[in-house]
């Protein structure tokens, strides 16, 4: 007999289990050992114990979902969340557990507990800022959604009446390969100078819960006539995904061209300058995300040497039934 009850002080080490039983080898974190995953999701500040439904059977916990919400305004006064939406960020069930009923069991808990606090919108992935928890651990640069490889959470949601709304490729760049020469870079180059600040702050709070454990680099591309921005990106050390691979990884996030400056070649100039750096520097692997449907950046990534990797998707409950 299948029991859904909140989380519990002693839980971690039961979930870490679960956790590297039930994700993929591909685009997560992996494996976590119980204190990462208290680090990583237990320990934020915007915590709540209720959003968390834990599944035991005979005594035995055999998976967990997790509901929470996303920031009131990322850069506004630190902790205050909005309750008008809601995803459930995460369901992870042990492979040796066959019983669908315990998943709909964990989504049918989570979407009551969204809804108690007032969610009129249902989600079931993540995308920024509706991402809580689970960034930096899961889906590889960001969170967009849920990874194809996690199967079973797709199948699930998908059961349970959420349909698509969004998808995002995930591309990764192997720094082992040959440099890509790009000579569209040369006048952008000439016009431009890179200035790089390790050990950045992240832009916002929201940011600071999900990335502050990591190190994260800040790249500006500058005018060299009147300083003005260009372009700008952050990446970040993904510490926990090259466990099973042993090749560090960069996640290149916030990739900005600014308004007056697009389709002048800045923005490739940007991504090669930060690939360069990251040679440098003997990282193996750089990931990074965009909408499947941003056409012109999915050409740009691929023209500086990116690879599809995967997908990631975003569900929704239909307005009818949320």
């Known amino acids: 007999m299948t029991r859904i009850r909140s989380f519990r002080n002693a839980d971690p080490p039961a979930l ?13 974190a992996r494996p976590l050992t119980a204190y990462e995953f208290d680090d990583a999701v237990i320990g934020r500040i915007d915590f709540d114990p209720g959003g968390l439904a834990v599944a035991e059977q005979d005594g035995r916990i055999v998976g967990f979902a997790h509901a929470g919400f996303g920031p009131h305004d990322p850069d506004g006064r630190p902790g205050v969340l ?5 995803t459930i960020a995460m369901l992870a069930v042990d492979p040796l557990c066959l019983d669908p009923e315990v998943e709909q069991a ?32 899961y889906g590889g640069s960001e969170w967009a959604g849920i990874p194809s490889s996690h199967a079973r959470f797709e199948a ?42 390790e050990d950045a702050a992240p832009r916002d709070w929201w940011r600071a819960l999900a990335l502050g454990r990591y190190k994260l680099n800040l790249y500006r591309l500058l005018r060299k006539d009147d300083e003005s921005l260009v372009a700008s990106a952050y990446t970040w050390e993904m510490e ?56 012109a950046a999915i050409s740009l990534y691929q023209s500086v040497g990116f690879e599809p990797s995967g997908t990631s998707t975003l569900f929704r409950l239909p307005a009818q039934t949320n």
């Open 16 to 28: 870490a289990e679960i956790w590297n039983r039930a994700v993929a080898a591909r685009g997560f």
């Open 82 to 86: 909005s309750y008008e939406l809601g």
């Open 106 to 137: 964990l989504i049918a808990t989570s979407s009551n507990y969204l809804r108690q606090h007032g969610a009129k919108v249902l989600y079931a992935g993540g995308q920024l800022p509706l991402n809580p928890y689970y960034w930096g651990i």
């Open 156 to 197: 699930s949601v998908r059961r349970a009446g959420f349909e698509p709304v969004a998808t995002a490729t995930l591309f990764e760049a192997h720094l082992a390969l040959p440099e890509i020469r790009d000579p569209r870079c040369a006048i952008p180059r000439r016009l431009s100078k890179l200035e790089i600040t």
């Open 240 to 295: 926990g995904f090259p466990q099973l691979d042993g090749r560090p990884r960069i996640g290149l996030i916030d990739m900005e061209v600014e308004a007056g400056q697009r389709r002048k070649g800045f923005g490739r100039l940007l991504v090669t300058e930060i690939l360069r750096y990251a040679r440098q520097q003997s990282i193996g692997v750089v990931a990074v995300q965009t909408r499947a449907a941003n056409i």
